[in-house]
């Protein structure tokens, strides 16, 4: 014989303290499954001629003021230099690409 549903004592019988509810239902439930995702990738693009032309500047235009001028052209050798450090950054750029989807 099964305790009345409002019993707070144990079993008399056996100890124990679960409870057995018989009920009836009549209720119609809709499961929806959402999912959200996102893919994120990371990437460097390159410019080989443009960082090609970067470095002969960068390198080659203190060497060539020394040759032709001296000091005073290391000075704009060196300037020649910033300016390419400065189009550098256009010569390899960081990409990131998200794509996101789901329901």
Do not use: H
């Amino acid at each position: 014989m099964p305790l009345p549903s409002l019993a707070v004592a144990c079993c008399p019988v056996c100890g124990n303290e679960d409870r057995d509810l018989i009920g009836v239902a009549d209720e119609s439930v809709q499961v929806v499954e959402a999912s959200r995702w996102t893919k994120i990738r990371t990437y460097w693009e390159r410019k080989p001629a443009l960082l090609l032309l970067i470095l002969t500047v960068a390198l080659g235009s203190p060497f060539l003021g020394l040759v032709l001028v001296g000091w005073p052209g290391v000075l704009v050798g060196l300037a020649f230099s910033l300016v390419s450090l400065l189009i550098g950054f256009f010569a390899v750029t960081r990409i990131r690409e998200i794509e996101r989807g789901g329901t």
